[in-house]
């Protein structure tokens, strides 16, 4: 399944919100993290729970401000050690005769291509 998934980072404290929201790509099927998501409800917390449990003492929470499940989206993902550069969020690349945006830079060092 792919998903796309809006997180809005909050103050702990004040519950202000912290600079702007993100839009992130996964494909439960290439996620470990993501593998065991049924529904898009598990996916909220699978996100929460990665982000705020990453550093707890952290002055910021992370929330989902909205999800949507996104089979249109043609991605993939490409090893970032076997990339020239590193290509930040939303740079336009063309690989295979296809253009692609870069959507994320993942922990495991796999970039997130999104066809555009």
């Known amino acids: 399944m792919q998903i796309k998934i809006k997180g809005q980072a909050f ?3 004040t519950n202000k919100k912290t600079g702007k929201p993100r839009w992130e790509s ?6 470990k993290l993501f593998c065991d998501v049924k529904d898009l409800a598990d996916a909220i917390k699978v996100f929460e729970n990665f982000w705020n449990k990453l550093n707890p ?3 910021e929470i992370v929330s989902v401000i909205e999800i949507k499940i996104d089979n249109s989206v043609d991605t993939k993902e490409v090893d970032f050690y076997h990339t020239k550069d590193f290509r930040a969020n939303g740079t336009i690349i063309e690989e295979d005769g296809k253009k692609w945006k870069v959507m994320s830079h993942a922990i495991r060092n796999v970039e997130t291509l999104e066809r555009v």
Do not use: G, L
């Not at 996964?26 to 996620?31: A, G, L, M, Q, V």
């Open 11 to 13: 103050n702990r404290k």
């Open 26 to 31: 996964i494909d439960t099927k290439e996620n």
């Open 57 to 59: 003492k952290s002055t």
